[in-house]
Structures are given as C-alpha cells and as structure tokens.
C-alpha cells in the first residue's frame, strides 16, 4: 500500500529575530499541487513584504490561517500532502546553502499508510530516531514538534493520493455525516471582512448581511461600526459625520514606531546645521548629465550628496560605527553599508547599498536607482532593510530645508539632506543669486564628539560647495 505523509510548514524567522509576520495572501488553495520552492504565500513582516517558497512537492492539504491574520514564529500555517516514497528526493525543503551545519527545521512530517493507520508509531516502536528534513535557508529558530498526525479542516482525514477539495470562502456551512445536522463556525463571510471586524472590535454574529445569500460584507461591517475607511490623518467629519478613523497599527509602521522609540530614547542625539551654496556641485551634475560616459544612468543631488557622504567617511570614521552595550564595545566598521531612507506605501523604510564605499559614481546611481525602484515596489527583502552603518534622507525632496533627523538603531549618525533653492549669497563680497542646500547632521555623542561631528559635516560641505576638494580628501 502507498503510504502518505502530512507535512505542516510552520512560519519561519525570515530575519533579525522577528517574531511575527501577516499572512498577505495565499498564492495557493486547498487541493492544488505543488512543486518544490514554488511561492505559496505573501507575508508582511516588521520591515518587508516577502515571499515565501513551498519546501515540498505534494497537494496542499490545509491553509491553517487566512489572509490578514497575524500569525507568531513557529506556528503552523499550512500542511502538505506528499507521497512516503518520493519525500527524500524531491518532498522535502532544500538543504541550507554552503553546507551550514546548523540547518534549521520548520517542517513537522507524519507517515500514514493509505488506510489511515499512523505508520510512524512503528518507528517509534523500535527506538528509530526521528527523521528530519532539512530547512529553507535562513528561516529561524529550530522548533520542536509533537509528532501529531495533522488533520485537514473540518476534521476530514486525507486518503492516499486523493487531492483534499477546496473550501471556499463563500461555501455553505459544513454538514455534520454522522448527524446530518449543520455545523457552524462563524457567520458566512470573508477573510478580510472577518478581519476588519476583529480590528473594530466587532462580534459579526451580530452583523446583519446584505451580500449574495446572507453574506456579510465590509460594508455591512462598517455600517454597524459607524466607522469608514479615509485617510490615516483624516481629522474632520466626512459625508456621514464620523469624525474619527482608526487604523490597526502594524507591519512596516510598527516597527518604524519602536525602532524610533527605542533609538530616541536610546542614543544620545544631537544634531548640527550647516547650508552651503552647491551652485558647482548642480553645474557638474548637469555635465555629467551631458557626458556620454553616463548615459542611461539616473544622475541626481542624492547621488552626488551619496558619494561626498562615502568620501568625508574616510576622514571621520567615528561616524562610521556603533555602540555595543552587551560587550562594552564601540564597533567600527570598515566597510559602509549606506542606508537610504524610502517614503513607501507601506511606511518608512531603510534599506541600504552593502559596500557603497566600494562603488564607482555609475554603480553608486545604479544601485540608488534599483533600491528606491524596490523600496516603492514593497518588494524590499529583509537582508536590505538590515546591516546598515549610516544613512542619509532626502527631504528635500518634499520641499524641506532642514530638520533633525533620528539615527537608524545600531547606527552612528545619519544626514538629511535639504531642497535646493535659489537663494542670495555672498560671493567674493558681492550679493549674488546661488543654488544652496541646508544640511542636518544627527549623531549618537556616546560615540561622536561634537568635533568629530563639526568636521564631518564641515567636510562634507567643502565636497558639496567645491567637488574638486574631493581630491584633497582621497
């Protein structure tokens, strides 16, 4: 007889000790099949959107969790249906990249023959050590599992080589065979409407429905709350007169609120001013601009501003390092990993360019191009959005001129950059019209003096006043 095997994945860590993400989407339903590393589900966590690959080849047998739901590390959020036989050569994750000992499970496996008898007690039996599969790479803690035999939903066992149905969202209430009588889970709706009525705080048992057969829709939910969708920063009566709009605070937003929180409070901030005229530095981006050696590559005041940041480094280290409060240790980095701070839909984010000391001024614009392109995408991997040494925003683009910026945890310093405006200025003891800029410079003084950083951002406008001053500094 053919044995099967259900396998249930559970939510992995996918990066800096996360301990939870939002399941997004499921890119599969019960029933389909599978292959291996196929994208079955979209999760949000604390600093990106991503993507997750099936560690099997088999027939989906249970979605544990619906879109919308936020779901702990280590819980289980879908088994697999695989056959016994086929599990070591293609049933089962990938093995961890170069060789890495440490390969972490996320799989719980369960060996039932086709007529439904557990064909793992047997194993036990004898004293067979339990079989483990090795992990997709990256994804978290090892978990200890129980070993349970896992059920589809609605408590149907699954039969050999038999593709479990899909459930529906819109399905009628299950009928109970033995009994013929109806059973009831919730009130019919769907995944998100159920999850907008837990974030109002809403019993939908209550909710009457307007939709397709009694259906309950986010309408119905919304017009029992008082509350409609608008803004984040609504703050006067709309059409109805509500006058308050709430929005469950999550994701992206989440974690930019405690990473905030935790630096301001954390670091010792001071931040400097300086406005200098970049009337040359505009002149040489329009050359460049002009230049056929850069033809094709976006040219902007970020990416020269980028590159005068990655020179006056190399003068002011201090500002290229962290403080390390378990050891004790101030930690310098030789290397920069230069994080760009990204308005996206989502919320702020920081991902930065590794090695952006190493970059020429076109692999610099190459790589500024591709984050921001990523960034607004929500396509942003969690190995982007962490490491960084230092950062830079851009807020002249929203019309600012200056502002006192908060450090990026585990960072140094960070440096705003202002709008270029037209402005008059001094020029060998005559007014004249110029292009200046207004740059902020915040630092953590446990690892910056207030000279270290007064000479940084003194460097740094030298750059940006004069480019050719970069050869002094190289």
């Known amino acids: 007889m053919t044995a099967t095997m259900i396998k249930e994945f559970r939510l992995p860590d996918l990066g800096e000790g996360l301990t939870e993400s939002e399941i997004l989407s499921w890119k599969v339903a ?132 038999s593709p479990a149905p899909e459930v529906s969202a819109f399905a009628e209430p299950a009928v109970s065979p033995q009994s013929g009588t109806e059973v009831s889970e919730r009130p019919r709706s769907t995944p998100p409407v159920r999850k907008l009525a ?20 986010r309408e119905d939910v919304q017009n029992f709350s008082g509350v409609t969708e608008a803004p984040v920063d609504a703050q006067v009566p709309d059409a109805k007169g509500e006058r308050e709009t709430r929005t469950p605070i999550k994701g992206v937003r989440k974690f930019t609120a405690a990473a905030m929180v935790q630096s301001a409070f954390t670091a010792p901030h001071v931040t400097e001013f300086l406005t200098v005229d970049v009337t040359a530095t505009m002149e040489l981006l329009a050359r460049l601009k002009g230049n056929r050696t850069f033809e094709g590559y976006k040219l902007t005041p970020l990416t020269i501003a980028a590159k005068a940041v990655l020179v006056a480094l190399r003068n002011n280290p201090s500002l290229n390092s962290r403080w390390d409060e378990a050891s004790q240790e101030i930690v310098q980095f030789n290397y920069v990993n230069l994080g760009i701070a990204a308005a996206t839909p989502r919320g702020l984010t920081v991902p930065n360019i590794k090695d952006a000391d190493r970059l020429t001024l076109r692999e610099l614009s190459t790589a500024l191009t591709e984050l921001t392109d990523t960034a607004r995408a929500g396509k942003t991997s969690p190995s982007e959005l962490s490491g960084g040494t230092i950062s830079i925003t851009n807020i002249g683009v929203f019309g600012i001129d200056a502002g006192t910026p908060i450090l990026n945890p585990g960072e140094a310093a960070i440096v705003a950059l202002g709008a270029v405006r037209k402005a008059p200025w001094v020029v060998s003891d005559e007014l004249a019209v110029r292009q200046v800029m207004s740059l902020s410079l915040s630092f953590d003084h446990r690892l910056v003096d207030g000279e270290q950083g007064s000479r940084f951002l003194a460097d740094l406008g030298a750059i940006l006043s004069d480019p050719a001053m970069v050869m002094t500094m190289i």
Do not use: C, M, W
């Open 30 to 161: 019960v029933g389909d099949t599978v292959t291996l590393n196929q994208v079955i589900a979209e999760v949000e966590t604390a600093k990106a959107v991503v993507e997750l690959p099936s560690p099997f080849a088999g027939v989906v047998a249970e979605l544990h969790e619906q879109p919308g739901t936020v779901v702990e590390v280590g819980k289980p959020i879908v088994s697999f249906e695989v056959d016994d036989a086929g599990s070591s050569n293609g049933g089962g994750a990938p093995a961890a990249a170069n060789g890495s000992a440490g390969a972490l499970d996320t799989t719980t496996d369960t060996t039932t023959s086709a007529n439904g008898t557990p064909a793992d007690a047997a194993a036990d039996a004898i004293g067979s050590p339990a079989k483990r599969e090795p992990n997709l790479v990256g994804y978290g803690a090892v978990v200890e599992h129980s070993g349970r035999p896992t059920r589809r939903a609605r408590g149907q066992a699954p039969e050999a080589k």
């Open 198 to 217: 837990r974030d109002l705080g809403i019993n939908l048992e209550l909710v009457p429905g307007t939709g397709p057969g009694g259906l309950i829709t």
